[in-house]
């Protein structure tokens, strides 16, 4: 990161671990608020998928993002270091810069433990903390859409052809615009607060259409990374599903995101018109999930007191139970803040190159 961007990042990371864990837990509604929009493919790329794999009758399960997310990682960071590996594709593998992903250089990653390992059923069961019949059909449905083969000393490698080719250009650009809108909020919020100047330029739009492939296959690393983290994150609630999640961030309905520092508490986020009261079909819609499913996991959540209902309408609640997400992520808060930081801003300087 070049010097000038890593200050900042530093000093936004400082100002935010100077705010008291009730409006720590309030700015992280920002993060939550846009979680889903994470893991959604727009409906222009369900015919422009390469292999078919993405549909207009059904939502990937988000379990197996993460599981193709680490098996692109792991083969990268493993021909990093393997020059036999994808060698006719080294020169592209190392314009990625994989080892940003190892030693804890950039995030907090375990793939350093994998190189020259082979990836089985098994270890990915154990990494993920997944039943292994399930890790079974997850892989058996990401090895039928060509995205991933089998290798005799590595097990489950990327096919490099069908990454290349599996651009998702709409998705994409959406997935990171949410992104860059969300550090552009923390940025405002802070600057409000503390009345200082971070002097960031912010991208409010970005043609990520003239990207080069080149500039595409190293910043959609950072999105892997994070799809990974979200299932293997130490400290996560184990009381919550991936779907349980996105329902949660759909829950969290903004109407104006900024200058929320003045306040103390969701509800006075609530009061003073700042988030809305969402209902089923609201999240259904937001998270494109079936109504179904919504109601589900939303009674869940709701004994869970991650949610409340009042009539028809539905409410996040900050502080759902001891040990809960908010709870646990306050608990962690300088390392996961830091690392949330790092994710914005490397793809901030990703972006930007």
Known sequence: MNPNLKKIRDSVVEHTLKLDDDRLALLLLIQLSR??????????????????????????????????????????????????LFKEHRNEILAMHPEDFLNNSIYQSSFTQFIGKKITISSLSDHFNIPK??????????????????????????????YQAYIFTNSLSNIYKSVMRSLNDFIL??????KINFNLKPLTSINTKKFSQSK?????????????R?????????????????ILSAAVYF???????????IEDLYESGHLLPTNLSSISEAAKMPRETVRRSSKKLIELKHLEKKGRNIYRVNYPKLNGEVDIFLKFKELTFTEMMNFYFNIYEDLTN
């Open 216 to 228: 595409w296959n190293r910043v959609r690393l950072h999105l892997y990374h994070f799809w990974v």
């Open 35 to 84: 979680h889903q929009n994470l893991f959604i493919h727009e409906p222009s790329d369900w015919e422009d998928s390469p292999t078919g794999w993405i549909t207009k009758d059904q939502r990937l399960q988000d379990e197996v993002i993460a599981i193709l997310s680490f098996i692109i990682l792991f083969s990268f960071t493993n021909a990093y270091h393997d020059e036999d």
């Open 189 to 194: 919020n802070l600057e409000d607060y503390f």
């Open 230 to 246: 979200i299932l293997t994150l130490e400290g996560s609630d184990q009381s919550l599903l991936p779907a349980d999640r996105i």
């Open 133 to 162: 019949e399930s890790m079974r059909r997850y892989l058996n449905s990401v090895l039928e859409s060509d995205l991933i083969t089998k290798n005799s000393k590595y097990g489950y490698l990327v096919n490099f052809d069908a």
């Open 255 to 265: 109407k104006n995101r900024h200058g929320i520092l003045k306040y103390k508490s």
